[in-house]
């Protein structure tokens, strides 16, 4: 390889070190300019008015705006006549349904209950032998 000449050398040190400075200071500007937090903060230090009335503002927007409606869907006469009735019979045939299922549970759980002992021990008994 060739050598590189002194005069050479110390041109192209001194271009390495210029080069290491530019980036630092490109750097600590860079993160200057992305320090939003500072921004936020000297921006409300220095304008408080605008920041009181655009958070005055949004909350005033927010208040007025509509809320959301219900939806009303309009339908034949009959089925409106229909649902009025309806709401309370199935209301009632719902009550009596659980009452039924309730009570038919409270039948049949001691059933289920030797149901399921007498399957797990024949499944645990099955299990310990080994087949020759």
């Keep these: 390889m060739a050598e590189i000449p002194k005069p050479d050398r110390a041109f192209i040190k001194s271009d390495i070190a210029l080069s290491r400075q530019r980036i630092s ?3 600590s500007g860079l993160r200057y300019e992305l320090d939003f937090p500072r921004k936020i903060k000297n921006s409300f230090r220095h304008r ?3 920041w009181i009335g655009a958070v005055l503002l ?3 927007v927010l208040a007025v705006a509509p809320a959301r409606t219900k939806k009303i869907y309009v339908g034949p006469a009959d089925a409106r006549k229909k649902k009025k009735g309806s709401s309370g019979e199935s209301f009632l045939e719902a009550g009596a349904l659980v009452a039924v299922l309730k009570f038919a549970a409270t039948l049949l ?3 289920a209950i030797k149901f399921l002992t007498t399957k797990m021990r024949n499944y645990g008994a ?3 032998r080994t087949p020759r």
């Design 58 to 60: 949004v909350g005033l």
């Design 25 to 27: 200071r490109e750097l």
């Design 48 to 50: 408080p008015a605008i």
């Design 109 to 111: 759980r001691p059933v």
């Design 126 to 128: 099955g299990r310990g």
